[in-house]
């Protein structure tokens, strides 16, 4: 009883890490496409 609460904790939490990573790598992403683009014009 116990490990499937856990289980379905971590995935709770895996999911909303997933998301805020997907945020944070695509921001960052962004970020260097723009700094790219700003030295090379």
Request: net charge positive; proline share 0%; no cysteine.
């Amino acid at each position: 009883m116990e490990t499937t609460s856990r289980k379905q904790k971590l995935i709770k939490w895996l999911k909303r890490l997933g998301f805020w990573g997907f945020i944070f790598f695509l921001l960052k992403g962004l970020f260097w496409l723009y700094l790219i683009y700003w030295v090379a014009r």
